[in-house]
């Protein structure tokens, strides 16, 4: 691949330190007002690698690599560099409790108001999003996660203190986020002969069979998905009605705290649990960020640190089903069907409000391939949203020229503006809600989709669109001013964009480091091997271990040291041969070879001397 993670994610350090540390102070903010989402994106630039990348580990100075140190060099020297992160992020923490000790998660600068229109209105502008809910569950884990480490790494007690304030501080965002999310799952439920109904039946139908025969089977498929339900028992979601064979739904997170969704029992300090306005409809943009903050509450690290109390692995268990119920149903709804065609594969994805973007595909092949990794998808499953990625990148004119007013690139600027419904209860207009996200989004699932193919065309294949995502990315990298080397200006890859920014964007910038991260664990990936290059490898070392046996029993081993040294060189080629063959296939091939070619030259060697004689 031409991308080299490594490296891009030092120069993003680099230029993210540059751009938020200055006279000894964190500059909160860029491109938008400071934000509880926008602050927590510009730590997570930081935060991400030195907690998902072992060789970006900053959490113990002994073992912090001189590379990492003059990347962060503005915070200071192996030790210094945590400590200023500990109080940095204690000040987020403390920025965004109120008076009463409530965590903070509203949107605010990131709620767009139009030039001619009213602005937000304060009660819209302070209400809780799911997009805050999530970045916080994943911001908190990490930074847990770093003040453990990092506490067993130093003793001064002034430092135990900070670090025992900052996991309280971050405990309790962590708390109040997990009940947040509990309190925003929608599970939406209709008949068939509804709008809504009618809508899924168009997009699931790609056989054209009769419309109670598609709700009949997907019921089928969904069977255990619907029993499952009964289990929802705190929170949002609970739903009594789903036993008429004509009814119909759809499950994930709405944009905010339900409507009327009931207070979650619990025993942390979280403060108030504030009244939604979202309806209990599912929005597929928060649904799958709010996918992804869950699988941070039980991956590897969170459970092998120990990152979660008993009460919030409580939470934990709640959300856990919830993840599985939603994972399930799109899964089954993006490729349902018997026919040539998913309904992914029929871009653009069609929502049951009737609303159509390449956008929604994409968000529904990352919501498709949750549920083909659980049931461990065959690698033509995997190639066929591969296929699918392919298709977005040139609908979405990164690896196509654009056209004269090719509406294609509102994808890009201003983005895919979503109706924040039940808000308009509260100001003079509705809020909206924008994604820009497209290009950096479709690199990382490019990655994660390269990382599980086992067909090493299928997977080139990927991994080239991959490095063509990655400069496009590249041309959108602002180039000059305090944010230089982040993202994101549009109008550098497509000059019909008349967007133009002078300032960072956090949003934007922490997707590219989600993508590359992604991408360095894809290449951490042992390397593809194909049958025929096995065959090759078995074939080319069984006549070196022939050849090497005879030389042997010729009596070389008895010859005098330099002979024995080049033996002892083969024999160690040899058995590194054989214990790869199977994996690296390629790597025993150059081995063997290796071992031919020295074994011939000895051959020749004797035949001269022969001839001379």
Known sequence: MRIRPRQELLEIWAATVRASWKDGAWQWGGRNEPNSISDAEQLLCLLLPATQESTFKIDNPDQTAEAMIRALRPLGNASQIPQVLIRVLTEYFLRYTDASGTPVFSGGSYFPSDDDGPHPTEQQLQLDIVDSFAVSVTLSLATIGFAKVFRNAVRREEIHREIATLEELA??????AMVGLLRSFAVNVFDLDSREGQALVRTLNQDNMPPRQVVAKLRKELLETIASFREVMIGSGQVADLESTSRLFECGWSWGIVRDAPEVENTEPIGEQRKGVAPEEPYLYFTVIAIDAIEDLFSERTRVLGLLNEEQQRLGRALQLRWELTRTYWATVATFGDGHRWPLEDIPWRTTDEDSSDYYTLLVTSLAVKGLV????????FARVGGVLLELANRARITRRPVDNDPALSLHDPGVRLRLVGTEQLGERGLRWLVSEFSALLLQRTSFIAS????????????????????????RRLQDGIGRRLWDQPDQAFSEVKGHYDHVSWYYTERVVQALIATAKMLKRAPLSSEKLVEIAVALLAEAEHLYDVELLNGAAEAGPTIQQQLQIMQVNLTRAREVVQERPGTSVALAQRVLRLLDEMTMARRDVGEAT
Request: aromatic share 2%.
């Open 374 to 381: 659980s049931e461990r998808g065959r690698d033509v499953e």
């Open 452 to 475: 599980l193919l086992n067909e090493s065309s299928e997977r080139a294949q990927l991994l080239d669109l991959a490095d063509q995502i990655w400069e496009h990315l590249v041309r």
């Open 171 to 176: 405990s309790a965002r962590l708390s109040a």
